[in-house]
C-alpha cells in the first residue's frame, strides 16, 4: 500500500539507518513536499550521500518493477529523482536518460506496522475512541480548529456549486439553503427539491398574501392533490395553487418524498412548511438583512416564526387540534444558525473578501451550544471537549471524512497513535 510508505516517509517513521540496495549509507536530511499531483511523491528532498548533498526528488513504489509498470522509464519528468524508496527490491530501474535509480528498502518498526493495521483495518466504527485522551490537549485543540475550518470550506464550495447554477444570485442560494435546512435532516433533500421546483421569484411576486405562499410551497410539494378532503382552508390553497401553478408553469413534487411516520407532530413537513412560509413572508430581502446583522441575537428574532392562524389548531388538513403556537424553537433555530446562516454568511465573506463576515461566522458558532447527536456523544465521551456548536462541527466533520472514510493516516490523532510505541 504506497500511502502507507508515504505517510511513513512523510513523518519519519522509518528506521534511521537507510543503506541503498548497493550499499550506500544513506542520510535522510529532507524528506521533501509531499506531492499529490502528477510527478514524483516528493519534491525538494535532501539527502546526504557519500558525504554529499544531493537534492531533488523522491518516487516511493511497493516494489522495484512498480517504476517500470508506470512508465516512470519513459518519461522525462521522472530524471530528476535522486532515490527511489520501495519495500522490496525486485530490480534494477533506469531514468528516461538511462540512469541507473539509486534504490533503498524502505524499513519500519513493527510498533508501527501494528498500529496502522489497528487503525485501518479494526471492526470499530472509530478505532481511535480510546487513545484520544493520551493525546495532548494542544494537539486536540489545534486539529479541531482545523477541521471547522474544513467543514466550512466544503460547505463554502457547496454554495460557489450552487451560486453558478443560479447566475450568482445570492437571494436564490439563500433561498434554497434555508428551505433545506427546515427539512431538519431526515427531510433536507426533499425540501431542496421543493426549493429548486418553486424558483423564490414566484413567491416573492406573491409575497403580500401569506395564502398564496402557503398555496404555493405546500401545493408544489404536492400536498394539495387529495380528494375527500372537506376542509375550507385546504380547497382554499388547493384552488390558490392550481391558479398559480397554471400561471408560472409549475410541476408539482410527488407528496410521499416528505417522510412523515415517526415524526413529532410539531415536526410535520406541514408545519415545517407553514413555517417557512410565514417566514418568507414576513421577511423581505431576508439574505441582505443576515449579511448586515451583527448580532446571533436578532438573527434568532428573525428566524423565530410562528405558522399563520389555521395552523395553530391543526398540525395537518382537515383535523382541528388544540390551540397550540407553532413557533420554530429553539433547537430548530440552532439548526438554522448552524446549517444555513454561518455557511452563507462564511461563504459571501470569502466572496466578497470580507474577512469580518467570515470572522462573525465563526463567533456565532461559539455562542451556540454544541449540537447532541451520536458522534458528538461519542467523541464526547472519548474525551474530546465539545463546548459550542464550533466544535460539535468540527467532530463531525472528523467523523464523516475521516473514521467513516478510514483516512487514519491522514488525521492529526491517527498521527499520534501510529508514532506511539
Not at 389 to 401: H, M, N, T
Request: net charge neutral.
Amino acid at each position: 500500500m504506497e500511502d502507507l510508505l508515504h505517510y511513513v516517509w512523510k513523518h519519519r517513521l522509518f528506521d534511521k539507518n537507510l543503506v541503498s540496495t548497493n550499499g550506500i549509507p544513506l542520510e535522510v536530511l529532507d524528506v521533501g513536499m509531499h506531492n499529490t499531483n502528477e510527478g514524483a511523491d516528493f519534491f525538494n528532498a535532501k539527502i546526504k550521500i557519500e558525504g554529499q548533498v544531493w537534492a531533488g526528488n523522491i518516487e516511493i513504489h511497493q516494489k522495484s518493477s512498480d517504476w517500470n509498470k508506470h512508465t516512470h522509464n519513459t518519461n522525462k519528468n521522472y530524471n530528476s529523482v535522486i532515490l527511489h524508496i520501495v519495500e522490496k527490491a525486485d530490480c534494477k530501474v533506469y531514468t528516461e536518460s538511462g540512469k541507473e535509480m539509486l534504490q533503498c528498502e524502505i524499513t519500519y518498526p513493527k510498533h508501527v506496522k501494528d498500529n496502522i493495521e489497528y487503525l485501518l483495518y479494526a471492526q470499530v466504527s472509530t478505532p481511535c475512541k480510546n487513545y484520544i485522551q493520551t493525546i495532548p490537549s494542544i494537539h486536540l485543540s489545534g486539529w479541531i480548529n482545523t477541521l471547522l475550518m474544513e467543514r466550512l470550506e466544503r460547505k463554502s464550495n457547496d454554495i460557489q456549486i450552487l451560486l453558478n447554477k443560479y447566475d450568482n444570485s445570492w437571494d436564490e442560494v439563500f433561498y434554497v439553503l434555508l428551505t433545506r435546512s427546515f427539512g431538519f435532516g431526515l427531510n433536507s433533500d426533499s425540501f431542496e427539491q421543493l426549493a429548486r421546483s418553486l424558483p423564490l421569484k414566484y413567491i416573492q411576486k406573491q409575497r403580500s398574501d401569506i395564502r398564496q405562499i402557503e398555496a404555493l410551497l405546500l401545493g408544489q410539494a404536492g400536498m394539495l392533490e387529495k380528494d375527500g378532503i372537506e376542509d375550507e382552508y385546504y380547497l382554499r390553497l388547493k384552488n390558490e395553487y392550481h391558479l398559480l401553478k397554471n400561471k408560472y408553469s409549475l410541476v408539482p413534487l410527488e407528496s410521499y418524498l416528505f417522510r412523515k411516520l415517526r415524526i413529532r407532530p410539531g415536526s410535520q413537513p406541514h408545519i415545517r412548511i407553514a413555517q417557512l412560509a410565514s417566514l418568507l413572508y414576513k421577511e423581505d430581502k431576508l439574505f441582505s438583512k443576515i449579511i448586515s446583522c451583527t448580532d446571533v441575537g436578532r438573527i434568532r428574532l428573525m428566524l423565530h416564526e410562528n405558522a399563520s392562524e389555521y395552523w395553530q389548531t391543526h398540525y395537518t388538513f382537515g383535523e382541528e387540534s388544540p390551540r397550540k403556537s407553532k413557533y420554530v424553537g429553539d433547537a430548530s433555530l440552532d439548526v438554522l444558525i448552524i446549517n444555513t446562516i454561518v455557511p452563507i454568511l462564511f461563504s459571501y465573506g470569502k466572496y466578497v473578501a470580507n474577512e469580518d463576515l467570515c470572522e462573525r461566522a465563526l463567533a456565532f458558532l461559539e455562542t451556540i451550544k454544541a449540537e447532541s447527536n451520536s458522534i458528538v456523544r461519542e467523541f464526547a465521551s472519548g474525551g474530546i471537549q465539545i463546548r459550542n456548536a464550533g466544535e460539535s462541527q468540527a467532530v463531525i466533520q472528523l467523523k464523516r471524512e475521516y473514521c467513516e472514510r478510514r483516512k487514519c493516516l491522514f488525521c492529526r490523532i491517527g498521527y499520534h497513535i501510529l508514532a506511539e510505541k
